[in-house]
């Protein structure tokens, strides 16, 4: 952990205390991570985007200060939603999981999602049986005529505190063999196999994994029986993670099972939930072709975790300009870096604004140690673009440029939008490309001495469009490379 952040101690909101918490996990140093995957049956839209960019930013902050971390996010590839589309299109079940793997895989490559292990229910079906028979031998568990195997909810005492749903009557779930359970709410850990579905045996008969089991043993599996956060998006709480968490603390036998519920606010399109009814759900590959992946990673960045996010084109568009912003500020601060001269003496305006950079840093590492607010970890790495544009770019010292520049490397660290641009090109083809400006350069300020405005325009607007901007400061013209 950084030396000078050693004394901020990150805080963090748990869903089931409703509160605020001080994060210690449960391994000194290590941060047990698992978040809840796509049931891989259609295209990953844009609330698929926001959750895991979300929680992609909190590990690489983890990162940052020092710690170890280990994310997991499961793929469902066995579930109602699959079977049902690869029967309405007359498909192989494993073609409809193949098709909307790879789209899931491609989306979070694009926006620079790093995940350390994707298990897949369906090669986890041994761990999944032999889970469900401990809770049967324990009987938290019944299994019925027909093959089915529930989790009897009245076995676990503290259900619905995570989703503080207490009163009974809101538990029912899964209507279909209403009949044969011992309790509406009752969920299923097998269900038995019908014509035409995949299944695999078991003690109970041929079948397959119900939804919520399969997160229990896979986080178990690879975490240990105690995980630091589980995540997803609030629309999880319940059943999803209120039956996890029944049936993994009934297993366990201890509690918490989990010590951090973490959950992300809803993706909203214009006000409305995205639903199908709506015809509102928007897929990340269409919404890729209008929008950069780095600006949707700002763009989910940009709203505190735990709100309600609106997708729309002014806010893409905001996040877009934003972008380009923090680029520019990466390649002016890389071009001074070359030119500005080493210092031996700060002034006292020098002294101000290194003092003004340095503040943003603790803004910033500020933000998101309190329950990982971005909004306004984005607000301090805004103030240092400004400092960067207004008192850099024209008047560079060593020290400052310097300065400025190793802090937006470390921001990047959680934005993750920048990559690209802090790598070096080759050192012969940077010569080549500033010789060719140069003389670009010097031929347009030969027009402006020629009072030829309009053609020493023209080459300005031409180079702008090729991502080189130009700035002039009496006859004598300056450039850096945005793009």
Known sequence: MNDDLNETFIKIYNSYSKSIELFEPSDP???????????????????????????????????????????????????????????????DWTSVVDEFTRDYMDAISKLNVKVDLHPRVSSHINEIIEFISVLIERDYAYVTKSGNVYFNVDKYPDYGS??????????????????????????????????????WPSPWGRGRPGWHIECSVMSSRYLGSTIDIHGGGSDLLFPHHENERAQSESFFGKRPWVKYWVH??????????????????????????????????????????????????????????????????????????????????????????????????RKFHEA?????????????VHELTAIIYRELQYNPKYTLVWKAYQLLREYNVVLGVLDKHF?????????????????????????????LYDLADSIRSELEKKGVKLMDKGLETTWIIEK
């Open 423 to 451: 790598e070096e090109a080759p050192e012969e083809m940077k010569s080549i490309v500033d010789d060719l400006l140069k003389v670009i350069v010097d031929v347009r300020k030969e027009l402006r001495q020629r009072k």
């Open 264 to 361: 992300t606010g809803l993706l909203m399109v214009r006000g409305n939930k995205m639903s199908k009814s709506l015809g509102n759900i928007v897929a990340l590959r269409e919404s890729f072709k209008k929008w950069r992946p780095e600006v949707h990673r700002i763009f989910y960045l940009s709203l505190h975790y735990r709100k309600p996010q609106d997708y729309s084109d002014e806010a893409l568009e905001q996040a877009s300009a934003f972008y380009e912003r923090l680029v520019g500020a990466v390649n002016i601060l890389k071009k001074l870096s070359k030119e500005a001269v080493e210092q031996h003496y700060m002034n006292d305006n020098d002294i101000r604004v290194l003092r003004e950079v340095m503040d943003t840093r």
């Open 29 to 91: 140093g290590m941060v047990k991570t698992y978040v809840c995957g796509p049931t891989v049956y259609d295209y990953t839209h844009v609330g698929h985007g926001r959750t895991y960019v979300i929680f992609d930013a909190l590990r690489r902050y983890f990162n940052l200060r020092g710690y170890n971390v280990y994310f997991i996010v499961n793929i469902t590839d066995i579930d109602d939603k699959i079977i049902n589309r690869a029967n309405s299109e007359g498909r």
């Open 368 to 380: 998101l140690s309190n329950d990982f607010n971005t909004a306004k970890a984005l607000s301090a």
């Open 162 to 199: 995570l989703s503080s749903k207490r009163d009974k009557t809101l538990w029912s779930q899964e209507e279909e063999f209403l009949s044969e359970k011992r309790n509406p709410y009752d969920f299923a850990l097998w269900k038995a196999a019908k014509p035409g579905e995949p299944w």
